[in-house]
């Protein structure tokens, strides 16, 4: 079947998209790139890249109603699936159905970034609840802690079980 109408088409430059400085333990930075509040997709989807600062990492966490593709496009690192660890590197692309419990550390002192597809979407607004706004090319702040609401954050957003062992003490 055939048909006249056209689907959205959009192109982003390498300063582009939404960035926000994201807090303890990951530090570093993330790049909301496509999700469905800025393009008009069949499909309910997020992509965006994440950059892991050295000797930092992102929480041990599900999610339960989601699914993750993640691509490693700069440094090398360890992905921990289900407590098994996987060494990471530039090439490296991994698949992660629902509920499966990961990890991704960064030992190293270079930064390590991935690419990440979340369907359905939903991770984007996830980040910018909890980041800071970055402007391409500023100065990484100090280290800053989670909202004192993470919790709550993550259960409205796209987690089912997170380890909040790094999270605000009360």
């Known amino acids: 079947m055939t048909t006249d109408t056209l689907g959205d088409a959009k192109v982003l430059g390498p300063d582009d998209g939404e960035s926000f400085w994201q807090p303890v333990p990951a530090n570093g930075f993330v790049r909301n790139l496509f999700n469905n509040d800025n393009v008009a997709a069949t499909q309910n989807f997020a992509v965006g890249t994440q950059t892991v600062a050295p000797h930092s990492f992102i929480r041990e966490h599900t ?23 996987h060494p990471i590197e530039k090439g490296s692309c991994l698949y992660l159905g629902h509920n499966r419990k990961h990890t991704f550390i960064n030992p190293n002192d270079e930064p390590m970034t991935f690419v990440w597809f979340f369907m359905p979407g939903g991770l984007h607004g996830f980040f910018a609840e909890i980041g800071r706004p970055r402007t391409p090319g500023e100065a990484a702040p100090e280290p800053f802690p989670r909202p004192q609401n993470v919790a709550e954050i993550e ?16």
């Open 63 to 85: 999610h339960d109603r989601n699914e993750e593709v993640i691509y490693v496009v700069e440094g090398k690192g360890l992905a921990r699936v289900d407590g098994v660890e």
């Open 155 to 170: 259960q409205r957003t796209v987690f089912g079980w997170t380890d909040n062992s790094h999270g605000p003490k009360d």
